[in-house]
């Protein structure tokens, strides 16, 4: 499976972007998809995965209630809408996909748990 990432940019605080990952050679309706982010210096941590049926979605605690992940099957993209975005969003934002293991409505937070990963977005967000 390759994913390519885009959407990424250079916004002011409060603002918003939203991601888009397109998955070739795999479908997102078979796969879970999740969103990672790593800032300069720092471990890539979890920002919000959705199940392979789509169902579930979880996200990180510094996230909820600003971003959302969706997907379009049709499309074979999963996106990230980034409301309200802070100085700390700033980030390379990493979409990821791996077949699931068990029941559709799994997801999961840990970046070891991807076995396909995209090559990055860079969101930078001015205060």
């Known amino acids: 499976v390759q994913l390519q990432a885009s959407g990424g940019g250079l916004v002011q605080a409060g603002g918003s972007l939203r991601l888009s990952c397109v998955a070739s050679?795999?479908?997102?309706?078979?796969?879970?998809m999740g969103w990672f982010r790593q800032a300069p210096g720092k471990e890539r941590t979890f920002v919000a995965a959705i199940s392979s049926n789509g169902r579930s979605t979880g996200y990180a605690d510094s996230v909820k209630a600003r971003f959302t992940i969706s997907r379009d099957s049709a499309k074979n993209t999963v996106y990230l809408q980034m409301n309200s975005l802070k100085p700390e969003d700033t980030a390379v934002y990493y979409c990821?996909?791996?077949?699931?293991?068990?029941?559709?409505?799994?997801?999961?937070?840990?970046?070891?748990?991807?076995?396909?990963w995209g090559q990055g977005t860079q969101v930078t967000v001015s205060s």
């Open positions: 990821a996909a791996v077949r699931p293991r068990g029941y559709g409505s799994r997801w999961y937070s840990s970046p070891g748990e991807y076995d396909y």
């Open positions: 050679g795999g479908t997102v309706s078979s796969s879970v």
